[in-house]
């Protein structure tokens, strides 16, 4: 009976060592070593080890083409003078081809005391342009409300010259050849199209040629 015993024993031993043996012949076979080999997914090299940035380009340009990436453009500036009921009258700095809205935005917005209706809040503004919001019941004295690319007077005129920009319709309407039809239609492309650049622009308008021009051009500026 105790030999049996020791019969089993011997032989789950020896199955034993060949199971293992069979386990570390694998291992050699598909390895080369009997030692176990750690697996290398997922592990991350430093810099310092060779091969992982391209010969041409560091961390900044591997994986891509090496090129820069484009800056946004900023956009063109405009210097404009915001004065009147504002909260911050005074030179403004805005984007090329705001509206007064945005330049009166830029001094602070307008204050409790401005006349609203006076001014066409959509009209566009370039560079050296004055921007004017009148207080409630003021008289116009020195500047007319709206776009001016100089200081008019009260009648929109600076320096006896009818400002094209700033004058209201009747003020228009002291242009020769310039009725009530050409005064509107002078104040409509102000407001649809923008201020006059140079005085040319006028013949712009619908029925304001060459010749009627020329009767104008002394008497007007912008």
Do not use: W
């Not at 900044?60 to 009147?84: K, L, M, Y």
């Amino acid at each position: 009976m105790e030999t049996t015993t020791k019969n089993k024993v011997l032989i789950f031993t020896l199955m034993t060592l060949v199971f293992l043996a069979s386990v570390f012949l694998k291992q050699y076979l598909d390895t080369g070593s009997f030692l176990p080999v750690k697996s290398t997914a997922g592990v991350v090299h430093s810099e310092s080890e060779e091969g992982i940035y391209p010969e041409d380009g560091g961390p900044e340009t591997a994986g891509g083409s090496g090129e820069e990436s484009p800056v946004a453009a900023v956009p063109a500036q405009i210097v404009v003078d915001v004065e009147g009921a504002v909260a911050c009258p005074g030179v403004v700095r805005i984007p090329e081809g705001s509206r007064v809205y945005e330049a009166v935005e830029a001094a602070g917005g307008m204050t409790e005391s401005a006349e609203y209706g006076r001014v066409n809040l959509a009209e566009k503004v370039a560079d050296g342009m004055a921007v004017y919001i009148p207080f409630k019941g003021e008289e116009q004295a020195g500047m007319t409300p709206g776009v001016s690319s100089g200081q008019p007077s009260a009648s929109g005129a600076s320096g006896g010259l009818i400002n094209i920009n700033t004058a209201d319709k009747t003020t228009l309407m002291q242009l020769p050849g310039i009725g009530e039809v050409y005064a509107q239609s002078i104040i409509d492309y102000r407001q649809s199209v923008g201020a006059f650049q140079k005085i040319e622009d006028i013949k712009n308008v619908s029925g304001i040629g060459d010749a009627k021009f020329e009767r104008l051009k002394d008497l007007i500026t912008i």
